[in-house]
C-alpha cells in the first residue's frame, strides 16, 4: 500500500518480467526467455527515463524556486547584511547572538504555547463540531458553510473584527465584561491577557481547518462499526474513545502536524491584531524574526532565527511522521 | 496500462515530451522578452520613446495618487515622459530595496524619511547637491533647518519636498466641557488632562500598539524638553537629566489615567476612532487628524500653540520626507525630472490634497494655503522648533531607517504605558535597544 506511490509506475514492468522467469512458457508470444527478458529489461528501462523525463522539470522547478532562497538565506545568516547588501562574513555569531537574546526564549516559549493552544484548540473544537454535525443536526449543509466562515473570510477582515471587539475600554467585549462586574478589562493591554486573546482568536481562525479534516475522516468510518458497538453493549464514551478516536487517528495526527506547521509561521494572526505587543508579550519566532530583518534591518539575525524556526520544525514532523509510521495507524 | 503499451503510446509520449520541451522553451522565451522589456523601472525605452519612472508612496488620499500620475504622466523633457507608480506603505521598505538589489529601481522615489540615508550609504543613490542647487538658482527657498537635516557625509542625500510633523491637538467642545483651558506647558498639559480624566476622556493621546504615534508623541516630549534619543554627534544617548524629567512626566500622565493603559495596544484606527468619537480631547499627532473629523466638527479640532517644557525649551519631532534620485539611470536625466517635479508640486496644496507642510516656502506662501489657519499655523509655529529621530543634531544618519518603527522604541513607548520600570530604566533598556541595532 505505501509503495505504490513511488514504484507504482514500473511495477507492472517488474511483475510482469518476474512472472515470465518463473514461467518461462507462459507467454507464447515471446520466442524464447533471453530474448524475452532483454526485451523486458529494456522497455522498463526506457520507462524508466521517460518517467524521469516527465519528472525532471518539476523537479528543477521545484529545486529553482525552493533551494535558491534556502542557499541565500543561508548565506545570509552567515553575514552581518542588510536588505540590499550581503555584509561580511561573521560565521556563526549571528546563531550565537540569537541562542544568547533573552528576546528569542521569550518569543520560542510564546510560540510553543501559541502552537500548542492553537492545534489541540482547533482541533478540539473541529473535532467537537464534526462529530455535532454528523450526529444529524437539521440545516446542517447551512451550519457547515457558516462554520467555514472564519476560515474564508481574509485575516485582515477577521484581525479587524478582533481588535474592534476587544482593544478599546469602549469596545463591545470589555463593555459587556463591566457591565458583568469584571471592571475594566483590557484584553490586549495585559501581557497575558493578550496572549490569552491571540491564542483563542487563532483557535478561532483555525477550527474551520479541523472541521473539515474531522469531519473528512469520520465520513469513512463505517456506521456497521458503531451498530456492532451498539450491540456489544459499549456506552457513547466508549464509543468515542475506542472507535471513533481510533480510526480518525491518522487523519488526527496528519492535521496536527499541518496545523503545528502553520501555527508556527503564522504572521498575520498576531500581528495584524498585537504587532507582537504589548512588550513582545505576543511575539512569536516568526513576528520576532520579521521585527529583526524589516524594522532592525538586521538580516542575519532575523533569517538565523528563520533558519533555527525551520530546523525545529523539520525535526518535529519527522519525529512525528516516524511516530505515525512506527504506530503503525492506518 | 499506458506505460506498458506498444508503439503508438511511445509515439505519444514523445509527442508530449516534445510537447512539454517546447512549452517551455516558449516559456522561457517569453520570460527573456519581458526581462529585456524594463517595466517602469529607472528610464526605459520603447516603442514610443523614453520613460523616467517615479515611485511615489501614498501620501493622501486617492485624489492625491491621481493627481501625482497626472503630474508625472506630464512630464516631457529631450523626448522622455514621466511614468508613476504608486507604492503602498505596506512593506515599501521591501519593495525599494528589492529594486535595489536587483537594480530594477526607478530614476526617482519618495520614501520613508530616512530611506535616503541608507540608501546613499549603500551605494544606491545619487547625492542631490545638483537639484538643490538648480532650485535655489530659480529663487526656491526652502523650510527652515530642512536642507541641514539632509546633508550626510559632506552632501545632501535628498531633496525635502514636504515635512510630516507631530502637533499638539486639541478637542475645543471638550475641554469647555470640562473647564479646562488649552495648555500652554506641561502643568496646564496636566491640569487639563486631570479634569478630562473625571470626565472619562483622554487628556493626552497614545497609540502604541501597532501604532508608531506612541512612539512619536513621547518623543515629541523628550524634544520639547530638549532632550531626544540621540546627542549633537549623533551618538545614542538615552539617559541624560531632561529625559529623565520627560519620562517621568509621562509616566505619571499614565498613572493618573491622563493615558488610557489601553494605549499599549492601540492602532491607529483605535486612536482616530477615540479622536472622532469624544473619547480623546488632548494629544500629539501629524497634520492629516483634522481629516478624519466630519464637517461639523471641523471648527472643534484645533491645534495648539507649541507648549514649553519644564527647562523652558519648545519642540516637536516631524519627518522630512524627500525625494531621492537612484543609480539606475543617468544623473541628468534623474536630476532633471526631479527639479521639474519639484517645481510644479505645488498644486498638492493649492488643490487641498496634502496635509503635510510644504518644503518650499513659495507653496506656503501661496493664497490658497494661508487660507488655511490650522495648515497655517502648523507652519509658522511648529515647523521652525521640529527635531527629526537625530533629536539634538542637525542631520540624520543611515542608522535612523532602523530607528524609524524600530522594535526598541516600540517597547519604550509600551513600558511607558504600562509603568513597568521607573524613568531611568526604562531609557536605560531604550539606550540598549538602539545601540544594538544602531551600530549593527
Given at each position: 500500500m505505501s509503495t505504490s506511490g513511488t514504484t507504482g509506475a514500473i511495477a507492472p514492468g517488474v511483475v510482469e518480467s518476474v512472472t515470465r522467469h518463473q514461467h518461462?512458457?507462459?507467454?507464447?508470444?515471446?520466442?524464447?526467455?533471453p530474448g524475452g527478458v532483454r526485451r523486458t529489461s529494456s522497455r522498463v528501462r526506457r520507462e524508466r527515463i521517460t518517467m524521469a523525463s516527465l519528472v525532471l522539470p518539476s523537479i528543477i522547478l521545484v529545486v529553482l524556486i525552493n533551494a535558491y532562497p534556502v542557499f541565500y538565506a543561508a548565506i545570509q545568516s552567515v553575514h552581518d547584511g542588510t536588505l540590499t547588501t550581503t555584509g561580511d562574513f561573521v560565521g556563526f555569531d549571528n546563531f550565537s547572538t540569537i541562542l544568547a537574546s533573552p528576546a528569542f526564549w521569550a518569543s520560542a516559549r510564546f510560540t510553543l504555547v501559541f502552537t500548542i493552544v492553537g492545534v489541540f484548540g482547533s482541533w478540539a473544537v473541529g473535532l467537537a463540531l464534526a462529530l455535532g454535525l454528523r450526529a444529524g443536526v437539521p440545516g446542517r449543509s447551512v451550519f457547515r458553510v457558516l462554520l467555514l466562515l472564519p476560515w474564508v473570510v481574509p485575516i485582515v477582515v477577521s484581525a479587524t473584527s478582533w481588535n474592534w471587539l476587544v482593544a478599546t475600554p469602549s469596545s463591545p467585549v470589555p463593555q459587556l465584561a463591566e457591565a458583568l462586574g469584571f471592571g475594566q478589562v483590557l484584553f490586549l493591554a495585559n501581557p497575558l491577557l493578550a496572549q490569552i486573546t491571540v491564542c483563542i482568536f487563532k483557535v478561532w481562525v483555525s477550527f474551520p481547518f479541523m472541521l473539515l479534516m474531522t469531519s473528512a475522516a469520520l465520513e469513512s468510518v463505517d456506521d456497521n462499526v458503531y451498530q456492532a458497538a451498539r450491540m456489544d453493549g459499549a456506552n457513547r464514551w466508549q464509543t468515542f474513545t475506542q472507535i471513533t478516536l481510533p480510526m480518525i487517528a491518522r487523519s488526527t495526527y496528519i492535521s496536527w502536524i499541518l496545523m503545528a506547521i502553520f501555527c508556527v509561521n503564522d504572521f498575520p494572526t498576531i500581528f495584524l491584531l498585537t504587532g507582537g505587543g504589548p512588550v513582545d508579550a505576543t511575539t512569536s519566532l516568526v513576528v520576532y524574526a520579521y521585527k529583526l530583518v524589516f524594522t532592525n534591518f538586521q538580516t542575519g539575525f532575523g533569517v538565523a532565527v528563520a533558519f533555527l524556526m525551520t530546523v525545529s520544525l523539520v525535526i518535529v514532523s519527522t519525529i512525528l511522521y516516524r511516530q505515525i509510521r512506527k504506530a503503525g495507524i492506518e | 496500462m499506458f506505460l506498458s503499451s506498444a508503439a503508438s503510446a511511445q509515439l505519444s509520449r514523445r509527442n508530449l515530451l516534445g510537447l512539454g520541451l517546447g512549452a517551455a522553451g516558449a516559456l522561457g522565451l517569453t520570460a527573456c522578452s519581458r526581462a529585456t522589456g524594463g517595466g517602469t523601472a529607472g528610464a526605459s525605452g520603447g516603442g514610443g520613446g523614453s520613460t523616467v519612472a517615479f515611485w511615489d508612496t501614498v501620501w493622501g488620499a486617492d485624489s492625491y495618487v491621481n493627481r501625482a500620475q497626472e503630474l508625472v504622466q506630464s512630464y516631457s523633457a529631450d523626448g522622455m515622459t514621466g511614468a508613476y507608480q504608486s507604492v503602498p506603505w505596506a512593506s515599501y521598505y521591501q519593495t525599494f530595496s528589492s529594486a535595489v538589489a536587483s537594480n530594477t529601481a526607478p530614476a526617482a522615489s519618495s520614501g520613508g524619511g530616512y530611506q535616503a540615508f541608507q540608501f546613499y550609504a549603500q551605494d544606491a543613490i545619487n547625492p542631490a547637491d545638483n537639484v538643490i542647487k538648480a532650485l535655489q538658482d530659480g529663487g526656491a527657498e526652502f523650510g527652515p533647518g530642512l536642507l541641514e537635516s539632509m546633508q550626510y557625509d559632506g552632501v545632501y542625500v535628498g531633496v525635502p519636498w514636504q515635512v510630516d510633523i507631530r502637533v499638539l491637538w486639541y478637542r475645543q467642545s471638550l475641554l469647555e466641557q470640562v473647564g479646562a483651558a488649552v495648555p500652554t506647558d506641561w502643568d496646564t498639559l496636566r491640569d487639563a488632562g486631570l479634569k478630562l480624566k473625571a470626565a472619562g476622556i483622554q487628556g493626552f493621546s497614545v497609540g502604541a500598539g501597532t501604532s508608531t504615534q506612541g512612539t512619536q508623541a513621547f518623543l515629541a516630549m523628550l524634544i520639547n524638553n530638549g532632550g531626544g534619543w540621540f546627542d549633537a554627534d549623533g551618538n545614542v544617548d538615552c539617559i541624560t537629566d531632561n529625559n529623565i524629567q520627560a519620562v517621568e512626566y509621562l509616566l505619571s500622565l499614565a498613572k493618573d489615567g491622563i493615558i488610557t493603559p489601553a494605549a499599549v495596544s492601540y492602532s491607529q484606527d483605535n486612536i482616530t476612532s477615540d479622536w472622532t468619537t469624544g473619547k480623546t480631547a488632548i494629544g500629539f499627532d501629524s497634520p492629516t487628524l483634522a481629516q478624519n473629523f466630519g464637517a461639523d466638527q471641523q471648527e472643534d479640532i484645533l491645534v495648539a500653540s507649541p507648549i514649553t517644557g519644564p527647562t523652558g525649551k519648545t519642540g516637536t519631532m516631524r519627518f522630512v520626507n524627500n525625494l531621492m534620485m537612484y543609480k539606475t539611470v543617468d544623473t541628468e536625466v534623474s536630476e532633471a525630472f526631479l527639479t521639474w517635479y519639484l517645481q510644479n508640486m505645488s498644486v498638492y496644496w493649492t488643490e487641498g490634497l496634502l496635509s503635510s507642510i510644504p518644503a518650499l516656502q513659495s507653496i506656503v506662501d501661496t493664497p490658497e494655503y494661508q487660507a488655511d489657519a490650522r495648515a497655517k499655523k502648523i507652519a509658522e509655529e511648529w515647523n521652525p522648533i521640529g527635531g527629526t529621530y537625530a533629536s539634538l543634531a542637525s542631520s540624520a544618519n543611515p542608522a535612523m531607517a532602523a530607528v524609524d518603527g524600530g522594535q526598541p522604541t516600540a517597547v519604550w513607548a509600551q513600558q511607558i504605558v504600562q509603568q513597568s520600570a521607573d524613568a531611568r530604566t526604562i531609557l536605560e533598556t531604550l539606550q540598549t535597544g538602539l545601540e544594538g541595532i544602531v551600530t549593527s
Open positions: 518461462p512458457g507462459g507467454d507464447h508470444s515471446q520466442p524464447g526467455l | -
